[in-house]
């Protein structure tokens, strides 16, 4: 379950200009929660093993950031739950590498390292904005800090990823470049 997907109960009032949502069970809260950081984990140690090949200093990235999404997922659900586990309501899946149409489920060249970099990027601002949200409508009382402590988690993951992508050797030859090997060529040719 993802609250950014409910639509279901939102309204909007005439002297509010935001939606307001009706307020998530602890249950659902917790499930949802629990649900979103374990697919964030299983991504990364995806990646983590499709970097493998192509540098194993992002593969240990991406084992990292596995680690600590796993770890905010057990903090949050503990949190939420007291002493109650959250049962995973889906089986383990192989991950969401597949049928993408890549020619190798491993990572061979720096077009690709950018773009699961690119791709690594957008699931950290998504998941901190599932958890700006679960922030701004209060879903969780007393938990603000935490929350915010995830939030800042988050963007400090974005930075070093986007860090990392344009550490990566350059994708494309610059303009520049292309106009003098064209020269060389009508010079021998």
Same mark, same amino acid.
Request: aromatic share 4%.
């Given at each position: 379950?993802?609250?950014?997907?409910?639509?279901?109960?939102?309204?909007?009032?005439?002297?509010?200009?935001?939606?307001?949502?009706?307020?998530?069970?602890? @249950?659902? *809260?917790?499930?949802?929660?629990?649900?979103? =950081?374990? +697919?964030?984990?299983? $991504?990364?140690?995806? %990646?983590? &093993? /499709?970097?493998?090949?192509?540098?194993?200093?992002?593969?240990?990235?991406?084992?990292?950031?596995?680690?600590?999404?796993?770890?905010?997922?057990?903090?949050?659900?503990?949190?939420?739950?007291?002493?109650?586990?959250?049962?995973?309501?889906?089986?383990?899946?192989?991950?969401?590498?597949?049928?993408?149409?890549?020619?190798?489920?491993?990572?061979?060249?720096?077009?690709? @390292?950018? *773009?699961?970099?690119?791709?690594?990027?957008? =699931?950290? +601002?998504?998941?901190? $904005?599932?958890?700006? %949200?679960? &922030? /701004?409508?209060?879903?969780?009382?007393?938990?603000?800090?935490?929350?915010?402590?995830?939030?800042?988690?988050?963007?400090?993951?974005?930075?070093?990823?986007?860090?990392?992508?344009?550490?990566?050797?350059?994708?494309?030859?610059?303009?520049?470049?292309?106009?003098?090997?064209?020269?060389?060529?009508?010079?021998?040719?």
């Amino acid at each position: 379950m993802d609250i950014s997907n409910q639509s279901q109960g939102s309204t909007i009032h005439a002297s509010d200009s935001r939606p307001s949502r009706t307020p998530m069970l602890p @249950a659902e *809260l917790r499930q949802a929660v629990d649900d979103h =950081e374990r +697919r964030q984990s299983q $991504r990364y140690r995806w %990646r983590a &093993l /499709r970097f493998l090949t192509y540098h194993p200093g992002l593969s240990q990235l991406m084992e990292a950031l596995a680690d600590e999404s796993r770890d905010r997922r057990e903090v949050l659900v503990e949190a939420l739950a007291g002493e109650h586990p959250v049962e995973s309501r889906q089986a383990p899946t192989a991950g969401d590498c597949r049928g993408r149409g890549a020619a190798h489920f491993f990572i061979v060249d720096d077009d690709i @390292a950018h *773009l699961e970099l690119g791709l690594s990027l957008l =699931e950290e +601002r998504r998941t901190e $904005r599932f958890y700006t %949200r679960l &922030l /701004r409508d209060g879903a969780i009382p007393g938990l603000d800090a935490l929350l915010g402590d995830c939030i800042a988690q988050c963007r400090a993951h974005g930075r070093l990823i986007e860090e990392t992508r344009q550490s990566l050797p350059a994708r494309h030859r610059s303009l520049g470049s292309i106009a003098r090997s064209r020269r060389r060529r009508r010079r021998i040719g």
